[in-house]
Nanobody, 120 residues
Framework: QVQLVESGGGLAQPGGSLRLSCLAS????????MSWARQAPGKELEWVAG????????YYEAPVKGRFTISRDNAKNTVYLQMNNLKPEDTALYFC?????????????RGQGTQVTVSS
């Protein structure tokens, strides 16, 4: 069965960095675009970044552009999110998603999430 397992979250200070990982299994990873999304308490799910199946294209939502970098290693079935210059408003539960189409912000599977808290 499809599984997505996120890791790498934690507590960071404003201006700090974290690197999230998402290990995928149960499907042919290199065939799917993948994304990272986040959800803060009381707010809707917000897309953060996406990457094409072969890594040749990426997109970022405005709040994270220039600070976050999405990447993938298809040999390791893993997608990453490097987060730099973190801000308190980045605090959220971060999910990786298996997308049903490129850039459509629609998914059919997501992981359980990893918590990111940015606070001094």
């Amino acid at each position: 069965q499809v599984q997505l397992v996120e890791s790498g979250g934690g507590l960071a200070q404003p201006g700090g960095s974290l690197r999230l990982s998402c290990l995928a299994s149960g499907f042919i990873f290199e065939n799917y675009p993948m994304s990272w999304a986040r959800q803060a308490p009381g707010k809707e799910l917000e897309w953060v970044a996406g990457i094409y199946s072969d890594g040749s294209d990426t997109y970022y939502e405005a709040p994270v552009k220039g600070r976050f970098t999405i990447s993938r290693d298809n040999a390791k079935n893993t997608v990453y999110l490097q987060m730099n210059n973190l801000k308190p408003e980045d605090t959220a539960l971060y999910f990786c998603t298996r997308d049903t189409e490129w850039g459509g912000e629609e998914y059919d599977y997501r992981g359980q999430g990893t918590q990111v808290t940015v606070s001094s």
